[in-house]
């Protein structure tokens, strides 16, 4: 037994090293060296280690990430040294003023410094404690001197190194060594998140400021666990042993131990240069990958900045160069009311266009009613609109002084702006909901939703307006049932814009099975969820036949999104849907990645029928040649069934009553090129 133990210790030891190595490569680095399955099987392994001998887990194993139990509220902790905050410039002139007053405390000449030149991280300011090389403690910022304990919820984001290596090759790590960075999300997970959360039903956030420090703060570290945090380090708090002199070197230190540190840095000797910079990046601040609300400029010698001291709390050594706010007052002249794929009904405030930060500006995000009615928002009144990198513009509240008297309060909807049934309120209260399964407005939104993950290209807003108002479409699935001629009946198709989007349909037939489930629209099965869903339920067969406890168990899953996937299986209406689906030849399992698949034709089976301009063995040969397989007989399983002079006869008959798409040789080629 005891040796059992010891080697379940070597082996779980071995396990989290790999782990750790592996997450670093994936999250941090984005380079893995080995899939996503390979990397399952080593938690999956490391877990039940855990499981046999429960005296093995260790805080700093990479399975205690996610699980914990909710805590009580977050303990106050002192920091080691004080967390300062910077002093600021907004112009050129405030930089030079900067530099004037330092140079003149220091001995030696300004012109020999070094500056690093950072991005000013928008997010929550964390400080990282580690001990031998472990994390052992993260809090919040709070006051500077005391902040809370967040170390569950830190624990949860992948970019954090539970463990620094202690003795891998270059410099060694000192006992105590606490670091200070900045948890953010990144501009491209943002978006996402919010759809989410208004799919669940959740209020979503303003930016993505907001969402690092909401999520971050929950007492429940399973929902930090769900959101898209990042940790971005960059400087070096109090340590017990030797750390690098300067900031450029403190920074490619932190790297070697595994943090993440902002990519983009400037390295310049010289105050004209710096403003430079910063007037440059005024410009690019949007191409930041997170949202960044300045520059942070500092003296790359540590003991220079050591030497200058600090005054009222902010270091005289490095300055915060703040970007020009992106924010303008205008008139709130009226609100539209839209329905999305969920039923959901979103306010949207339509502005006097104003200019923001060399953007016209004439609608913007009023979030939902509960933010107008805590904000009390007035149609008529002055309001002050805010951007946030390449986030859409939000209404982040009234200019109260601006008021006359004749602004008009906000009232939610009574009736759904498209179908006019009445709309109800949520359970939790914060959205309106149109709840008519046939409501128009919500049926254009789930086609361009479906549209847009199964890669149909041409089936924007406006096409899905037409073919809804149409009846062709009565469910997403019945884009599959389109022809040329009921495309033609379209304003504005021609042949060939209709025979392009007959193409991009078809092409879309081969999604793989994640696609095709994250497309279905299910409440919180996006793109990330799905991928999750698959790796457990290969097929939909066994995703249908699934408990909701079963699904919940899914790492990176919550009872809610369970709950959703299970009642929409339960609704007859879907089982229709799904029968559709499999004699649409979607795929609805998991199919193994091959090379094949980079072929234009991978995964597409057809049927010739009728005579072509080239013998249907050269045909046959060249489908083939591209990935594609040729069949004798229509069945479920054919994708398209190509047409040549005078088709007819049983395969046509049996394509028709399958609805298997027919497509022209003309439309094969193409189809080939499209992909
Ligand atoms: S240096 C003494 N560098 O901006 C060191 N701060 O008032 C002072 N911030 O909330 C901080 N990105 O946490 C530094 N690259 C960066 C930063 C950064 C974001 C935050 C900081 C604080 C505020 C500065």
């Known amino acids: 037994m005891a040796s059992d133990l010891a080697a379940a210790r070597d082996r779980a030891r071995q396990l989290r090293d790999e782990i750790s190595f592996h997450n670093h490569r994936y999250h941090v680095l984005d380079r893995p060296l080995i899939s996503d399955g390979q990397f399952d099987a080593l938690v999956d392994e490391l877990r039940q280690i855990e499981r046999d001998f429960p005296e093995l887990v260790t805080p700093d194993s990479p399975t205690q990430r996610v699980g914990h139990q ?37 001995p030696e000449p300004t ?37 809370e304990d967040i170390t569950a919820n830190l624990r949860t984001l992948r970019t954090l190194p539970l463990k620094v290596p202690v003795d891998r090759d270059g410099p060694s790590v000192p006992h105590h060594l606490v670091v200070r ?36 703060r929950q007492l429940d570290p399973r929902i930090s666990a769900q959101r898209p945090l990042r940790l971005f380090v960059y400087s070096i708090v109090s340590a017990d042993g030797p750390i690098p002199a300067t900031q450029s070197d403190t920074l490619a230190y932190l790297e070697h131990l595994g943090f ?54 902010r270091p005289r050594g490095a300055i915060a160069y703040k970007f020009p706010a992106q924010e303008a007052v205008t008139t709130l002249r009226g609100v539209e009311y839209s329905v999305g794929r969920t039923g959901i009904i979103t306010p949207t405030a339509l502005l006097e266009p104003v200019g923001i930060a060399g953007v016209t500006v004439s609608r913007a995000s009023l979030h939902n009613f509960d933010a107008i009615a805590e904000r009390d928002i007035r149609i008529g009144d002055r309001v002050v609109v805010k951007r946030a990198g390449d986030v859409i513009p939000y209404v982040s509240g009234p200019v109260l002084d601006a008021r006359t008297g004749s602004e008009q ?31 128009p407005a919500q049926l254009v939104q789930r086609l361009t939703y479906f549209a847009a993950l199964m890669d149909i290209e041409g089936m924007g807003e406006r096409t899905a307006v037409q073919l809804v108002d149409r009846g062709l479409v009565h469910d997403p699935i019945d884009v599959y049932e389109l022809t040329m001629e009921s495309l033609l009946t379209l304003e504005g198709f021609g042949e060939k814009k209709a025979s392009n989007l007959l193409a991009s349909i078809a092409a879309s037939r081969g999604q793989p099975f994640d696609r095709v489930l994250a497309a279905l629209g299910i409440r919180g099965v996006g793109t990330t969820v799905a991928s999750l869903l698959v790796s457990r339920f290969p097929s939909l067969d066994a995703l249908q036949s699934a408990s909701a406890d079963d699904i919940a168990t899914v790492e990176g899953l919550g009872p809610i999104t369970a709950r959703a996937i299970v009642d929409w299986f339960s609704r007859p ?33 057809f049927v010739i029928t009728g005579t072509l301009s080239r013998p249907r063995s050269e045909v046959q040969a060249w489908i083939e040649s591209l990935g594609g397989k040729v069949t004798g007989s229509v069945t479920p399983k054919t994708s398209f069934l190509v047409t040549g002079a005078d088709p007819g006869g049983t395969k046509y008959n049996r394509a028709q009553e399958l609805h298997t798409p027919m497509i022209t040789e003309e439309q094969l080629t193409a189809l080939a090129k499209a992909k």
């Open 70 to 106: 909710p805590a009580e509220g977050f303990r106050k902790v002192t920091h080691p040294a004080p967390i300062l905050s910077l002093d600021k410039a907004t112009s050129r002139d405030e930089l030079i003023a900067w530099h004037t007053r330092i140079s003149k405390l220091l």
């Open 111 to 147: 012109s020999s410094l070094a500056y690093v030149v950072e991005p000013k991280l928008d997010g929550l300011t964390v400080v990282l404690h580690y001990d031998d090389g472990q994390f052992v403690m993260g809090a919040t910022r709070g006051d500077g001197q005391t902040g």
């Open 181 to 216: 960075g900045e948890v953010v999300i990144l501009l491209s997970d943002f978006d996402a998140l919010n759809e989410r959360l208004v799919a669940d039903g959740q209020p979503p956030f303003a930016n993505p400021r907001n969402a690092a420090a909401g999520s971050l």
């Open 260 to 313: 993440g540190v902002p990519a983009e840095v400037a390295m310049l000797d010289d105050l004209n240069r710096v403003a430079d910079y910063c007037d440059t990046m005024v410009q690019r601040r949007s191409t930041f990958p997170y949202e960044a609300d300045g520059l942070v400029i500092k003296i790359d010698d540590l003991a220079v900045q050591a030497q200058l001291g600090a005054v009222g709390g």
């Open 409 to 439: 309060p906000i009232e939610p909807p009574v009736a759904c702006p498209s179908c006019q049934e009445p709309v109800i309120r949520d359970e939790g209260g914060i959205a309106y909901y149109c709840i008519n399964a046939a409501c």
């Open 573 to 605: 209406r879907h089982h229709d849907i799904i029968a559709h689906m499999a004699s649409a030849g979607l795929n609805l399992h998991k199919t193994k990645p091959t090379l094949l698949a980079e072929q234009p034709l991978a995964g597409l089976t």
